[in-house]
């Protein structure tokens, strides 16, 4: 009897599975075949091509579905995310990314019960506090006051401080303290991992039509690290560079042994490729870095997010979309960032300091504003240029042209050229005693000195 009804579980399991696939195909099918909107942007269409590439390599790859489902979900096509998103839990019913996008998906669809129903299985799973903080958002949109109250207490049980939390408390008419710092910020920001952004999602401007511009200096929250004078990078004359020249350039600094580090930094990923390859040099190479990453590229790849941070490195915030800080106002710009920081500290489950403006454009009212937060400014002195001409060996050559002990340089983690360079660069940098160090140790460095 037990057997036979274990059977017929099983055989109702490998049924619902296939069927599962069957409809995540068949919507892949016609999301394909109708295209998304021409407004779609191009890294949209070609973030589906590779993660659609991926799952038909593997169909049980969870990290791929749940960013295929949030795709969807960034292109308008809710339904088809939901199914995907429910065909990846009956692979893997541990994986929580999964429980918050269906649950604030359907939630959006105005399917409330079922997202409640989702929200709390995933609770049974995790105690994760994103979970419960969608969850005390979704009563509280329903005027289940006192529930919506308890999911709240029970988020700040699992994440003490946790700021959006404390808010909707203190909304609710609890007595709870807030930190002074952030008097200013908008009170709500919506749902935490909102599968949303339909339509008119501006991604980052295409370069090399808005490249970041070059910065002479590099700032901390109070500019303590002096601005220094920045070699031109630009020489007429460029010769590829051997792991032998790399090392006669650094001897010729003779810092000592204690200023002898670097830190590597790059923007605008997470890329599903370069990402991915990079992470992979720096963990054969020994080295630690740090990422600015978009919000909405995270959103789409918390798996490489989590493993930059399992990894060492550390997570910075580049705004949620790649918009310029001073051309938004007040309030957008403090949403864009404060998104982005909460997606980041959800994934990593560490607090995120470190904001990089996009296009490194900053003015005295942008410092304010993220100084406001408690948060740094982190500038750059040695610029790859990585976006103007992507052959390794003149990335290599205006690193090493610009580069000197204590840098912070800037790479893009969406172009391939610097992966390729970074090899040589590092053990050049390595065999004459240097660190690569995160802008966190850096910060740390700093201050003690
Ligand atoms: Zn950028």
Not at 169 to 195: C, F, I
Not at 270 to 286: F, G, K, Q, S, W
Not at 414 to 436: E, W
Request: net charge positive; hydrophobic share 40%; charged share 20%.
């Amino acid at each position: 009897m037990k057997q036979a009804l274990r059977k017929s579980f099983f055989a109702s399991t490998v049924l619902w599975l296939m069927l599962g696939f069957l409809l995540a195909l068949f919507s892949a099918q016609i999301a394909h075949a109708q295209g998304f909107d021409s407004s779609s942007p191009p890294d949209l269409m070609k973030d589906f091509e590779v993660l659609r590439q991926r799952i038909r390599k593997n169909p049980r790859d969870i990290a791929a579905l749940n960013s295929l489902g949030i795709i969807y979900a960034q292109a308008g096509k809710l339904d088809d995310a939901t199914r995907l998103w429910r065909y990846a839990l009956n692979i893997d019913p541990n994986y929580v990314h999964l429980y918050n996008n269906l649950g604030s998906a359907l939630k959006q669809l105005g399917r409330k019960d079922e997202a409640r129903l989702i929200f709390r299985t995933g609770l049974t799973r995790s105690s994760s506090y994103w979970i419960h903080y969608n969850l005390g958002l979704l009563e509280k949109e329903d005027r289940n006051l006192p529930a919506a109250a308890i999911c709240f207490k029970n988020c700040l049980q699992q994440q003490p401080g946790f700021e959006p939390a404390l808010r909707q408390l203190a909304d609710l008419g609890y007595n709870v303290q807030l930190p002074a710092t952030t008097a200013a910020r908008p009170l709500s920001l919506g749902s935490y991992k909102p599968p949303v952004e339909t339509g008119n999602i501006d991604f980052y401007p295409m370069y090399p039509e808005n490249p970041e511009k070059q910065q002479n200096g590099r700032t901390f929250s109070s500019g303590s690290y002096a601005a220094k004078p920045s070699k031109s990078t630009m020489s007429a004359t460029f010769t590829a560079m051997s792991l032998a020249d790399c090392d006669k350039i650094i001897k010729e600094f003779k810092a000592e042994s204690k200023d002898r580090f670097i830190a590597l930094t790059f923007d605008d990923g997470p890329h599903h490729a370069n990402t991915r390859e990079v992470l992979d040099i720096l963990r054969r190479e020994n080295a630690k870095a740090t990422f600015f990453v978009l919000g909405s590229r995270a959103q789409t790849y918390p798996d490489i997010v989590a493993r930059m941070a399992a990894e060492g490195h550390d997570v910075g915030n580049h705004t949620w979309e790649h918009r310029g800080l001073g051309k938004s106002s007040r309030t957008e710009a403090l949403q864009s960032l404060q998104r982005t920081n909460e997606l980041i500290s959800g994934i990593t489950g560490k607090p995120c300091l470190i904001v990089r403006p996009p296009f490194g454009q900053t003015s005295q009212r942008v410092k304010e504003l993220i100084h406001s937060q408690g948060w740094h400014e982190i500038m750059w002195d040695s610029d790859s240029r990585d976006w103007e001409n992507k052959n390794p060996d003149r990335i290599l050559y205006r690193v090493m042209r610009s580069v000197s002990p204590g840098s912070i340089v800037l790479f893009h983690d969406i172009h391939p050229g610097a992966a390729q360079m970074l090899p040589t660069l590092i053990k050049a940098f390595k065999n004459n005693g240097y660190r690569f160090i995160t802008i966190s140790e850096l910060i740390a460095i700093t201050n003690a000195s």
